[in-house]
């Protein structure tokens, strides 16, 4: 099999990593503003992200396969960062943590809010990617709440973390809309005492 020479010094495996990485840059560029929904095509994110249509196929099978990726690509990062956080803080602001670093991180990039929480983007593969993420989401909640507590599943325990995680992300949704005026800080300090107030073993059947 024929070695692929550096290209100007770049290694062909780099090459593909920068294309594939300006591919879901643009991606998200489009999935996350309020761009003409025409524009999410093969063509459309080459275009934005400055690729000729042939290199596409390199990394992606096709439109739909470039959205999963990007919503999974940002999903990765936010966990990443929000798991960090959370380690970092003491049980008592934990869930403090977790809701400052959401904000900082949507707020700091109003295209990952919209990717995430954007009510009006009707993407069907975004719809069934959040879809999943939502269910991991309120088994992972319900698990460390739980072990937190001492206390065992129950169907209590089960609708509290459903109840948690669709709440948190309709409010994320209003307060990006502009419906919810409520200022950053605000936001954080209010969703965190919600999250708290909800680790009430009693609620939990304990």
């Not at 798991?83 to 949507?106: S, W």
Request: include cysteine.
């Amino acid at each position: 099999m024929a070695q692929v020479r550096p290209y100007r010094g770049i290694e062909a495996a780099d090459r593909l990593a920068d294309r594939r990485s300006r591919l879901l840059e643009a991606g998200l560029t489009i999935l996350g503003s309020d761009a003409d929904p025409s524009e999410l095509t093969v063509r459309g994110v080459c275009r934005q992200a400055g690729i000729t249509a042939r290199y596409f196929y390199e990394s992606f099978n096709d439109k739909d396969d470039l959205v999963g990726a990007v919503y999974d690509w940002v999903i990765a990062d936010i966990a990443a960062s929000t798991g960090a956080a959370v380690a970092a803080a003491p049980p008592r602001g934990q869930n403090r943590a977790a809701m400052a670093n959401i904000v900082r991180t949507i707020a700091d990039d109003p295209r990952v809010g919209r990717l995430l929480f954007n009510s009006q983007l009707a993407n069907s593969v975004l719809v069934r990617k959040r879809r999943a993420a939502g269910g991991l989401l309120t088994r992972l909640y319900g698990r460390d709440v739980g072990t937190a507590l001492g206390v065992h599943e129950s169907e209590q325990g089960k609708a509290i973390a459903h109840f948690a995680v669709a709440g948190v992300a309709q409010a994320f949704s209003a307060w990006l809309d502009g419906d919810v005026a409520l200022d950053a800080d605000q936001l954080v300090d209010h969703l965190a005492a919600i999250l708290d107030s909800l680790t009430d073993p009693k609620l939990y059947g304990a």
